[in-house]
């Protein structure tokens, strides 16, 4: 499955299947980018995270892209779990600045 | 895992009390932050705060809202008088001294003004 995500808010993926999460950044100046996963009831949890030197970067199940020219982010998850499901962040920030902004959020159901 | 705790989890005030939400960062964490999420909506950004001080802030952070570290330990948002519309989580969040490493958040704290 995949999501647009300002565009397409959800997504509901198939338990097994790959997901791919998209955002848009609006900040060229942006240099730091994390994604951040949000369960019902809880505070944001820190999933992975790419530097703008980097256009790729894995972790365990879990890939982001990085496309500077068109300030396009995207998540992969892998094998989607039902653990999965949940609200999908991304967050942009830089080295000249303190806070992160946050983009809309995708929010993923796993279908068993 | 290094975590942020909050206090209390949920807080229900009438328009135009004072609130005051209670954040104990992650100890050696140089930078503080508080976010708020209105149900259904993205996470958006209110304050920084490094060295005893308010480094940005957004324009939703008006003068009805203030933070301070009073013992060094314990980080606060206060908001004065509150409004219907400041119903919403309100996060706090920590980073180490290097700017570009994660931010821990804490829970939250549910805060539903009536």
């Known amino acids: 499955g995949e999501s647009v995500g300002l565009h397409l808010p959800t997504l509901s993926v198939q338990e097994g299947d790959n997901s791919i999460i998209n955002c848009a950044y609006s900040?060229?100046?942006?240099?730091?980018f994390i994604w951040y996963k949000q369960e019902s009831g809880k505070g944001p949890q820190f999933i992975i995270d790419i530097r703008s030197n980097m256009d790729k970067r894995q972790g365990q199940r879990v890939t982001v892209l990085l496309n500077k020219t068109v300030k396009h982010l995207s998540l992969q998850i892998a094998a989607t779990q039902p653990g999965d499901s949940a609200v999908y962040f991304c967050?942009?920030?830089?080295?000249?600045?303190?806070?992160?902004?946050f983009g809309a959020g995708t929010t993923v159901t796993v279908r068993a | 895992e290094p975590e942020v705790t909050q206090t209390p989890s949920h807080q229900v005030t009438q328009m135009g009390q004072e609130v005051i939400l209670r954040c104990v960062p992650i100890s050696n964490h140089l930078y503080f932050y508080w976010y708020r999420q209105i149900l259904g909506q993205k996470v958006e950004f209110l304050v920084s705060f490094y060295n005893n001080e308010i480094s940005e802030k957004s324009e939703i952070f008006d003068d009805q809202f203030s933070v301070e570290r009073p013992d060094g330990s314990n980080f606060t948002l206060k908001i004065r008088s509150t409004k219907l519309e400041d119903s919403a989580m309100y996060f706090c969040?920590?980073?180490?001294?290097?700017?570009?490493?994660?931010?821990?958040f804490g829970q939250g704290t549910r805060l539903t003004v009536v």
């Open positions: 900040n060229s100046a942006s240099d730091y």
């Open positions: 967050a942009e920030g830089s080295s000249n600045d303190y806070k992160l902004s």
């Open positions: 969040a920590a980073r180490d001294g290097r700017l570009n490493t994660e931010a821990f």
